[in-house]
């Protein structure tokens, strides 16, 4: 079969054009994905001011002591004279006994003790008789007459003890009679009260009243704080507290009042721990300086207990970008404005936000922290490629696939 002109003209036009575009898609868009790799440096400042090293830890706030106020002795409660939550002076009536049994104590003793003391004038008067007599006495009558004498010195003297024993019995039952109202030892805020009218001033420790009967000591009548000032106790781990001393600074916050920080100072340590789930703390003991406004016993509190600090004007870096060396030897890189000078320091403190630089470096030289590489991936051709890197015929999306035959523009 012939074929004519025109056909193969077409037909060998297309195979140079196919050729042509597949060549153009080689160079155009490679067949593999490429892979960028740039590493980019962090750097900082050497700055100055204060650097510092903390613990944290949480606890309550408390006043800084609570007072028990008791009854001395026993008896029914006549009045109670404050109120929870009130502010009291020193000195001032909390409450009151009912003093029936303790007035006729009173009254018995000075009974008694008026009795003794007759007896010891009527005991005098007859030793002041006795001597008289045995002082005219003649020899026959004068060793009666000592004989009274003698007798009459020693009504004296028993007379003189049952006067000081009763005096004794008095002052006791006037004590007890005076401890019938309680008054505050100390000035502060009532923060329990235990008693009610009525009912019994309760006892701890019991004994013997001047009146013969058994006197006690109650037990939290009323429980007053001092709250002139307030602490607050915190739990601290063992792993810290060898770090933590009494003088320490500290700061407080508290949960409940937003924004206020108090300063505190650490005023006692536990010598024990205590364990808890096999974790030992020491009870830390933090005093503030002052007491905001607002604040209540009770309250959560966070303590920021400063363990050491620099000077204010101390310089420091990141520690990141400090190197160590295996002799103890200490660098930083330091950025200058053609190049890296790799630059001896000393060390000072090591605190939160960074390490004092005690020598080597000025503030605000540039130093470096560290690189961080950045990895980049191109966007990758969809579809096939042979070993050689030639793009393969077929039906992917990425291939082409040439004609066969047809007609182009201009062909018939």
Known sequence: MKISRPVLVNTSLGVVIAGAIAASLLILLPARASTSTDATQLTSTVQQGVVSSTITANGSVAAVREVDANFAVSGTIASVDVALGATVTAGQQLGTLDATELDNAVASASTALTRATTDLATANAAVT??????????????????????????????????VADANDVLAAAQADRANATLVSPIAGLVVAVSGTVGGSSGSSTSGTSAAGGTTTTSSEFVTIADVTAMTMTAAIAEADIALVAVGQTAAVTFPALEDVTATATVTSIAPTGTTSNSIVTYSTTITLDTIPEGLRLGQTAEVTITTVASADDALYVPTAAITTAADGTSTVDVIGDDDVTTTNVELGVVGDAGTVVTSGLTAGQTIVLGEVAATTESDAVTGTTDQRGQFGGGTGTGGFTPPTGGTFPGGN
């Open 129 to 162: 008789s006795a001597t008289t007599d045995a002082s005219s006495a003649d020899p026959q009558t004068a060793s009666i007459a000592g004989e009274k004498l003698t007798s009459a010195k020693s009504q004296v003297l028993d007379a003189k003890d049952k």
